[in-house]
């Protein structure tokens, strides 16, 4: 069987900016998905990923980091 990821940038962008992306793993948890997909130009700071990294410790969840790579020679 596949695995299930969610990414975050599949919620609302508001509240994503409001609340971090720490405040949607317990609905991504609650969903059945195996794995949650955290961006980092959804990060609001430095802070969000010490948060994120205690959330997580709390869960079963896989996580992902998608760092979008832009390349302008």
Do not use: H
């Amino acid at each position: 069987m596949r695995e299930i990821y969610i990414a975050l940038n599949s919620f609302n962008q508001e509240l994503l900016k409001q609340k971090g992306q720490q405040s949607f793993i317990e609905s991504v948890q609650e969903s059945g998905a195996e794995g949650i997909e955290f961006r980092r130009e959804l990060l609001r700071n430095q802070k969000d990923l010490m948060q994120i990294s205690q959330v997580m410790k709390c869960t079963t969840l896989k996580a992902v980091y998608n760092s979008r790579f832009l390349f302008n020679p």
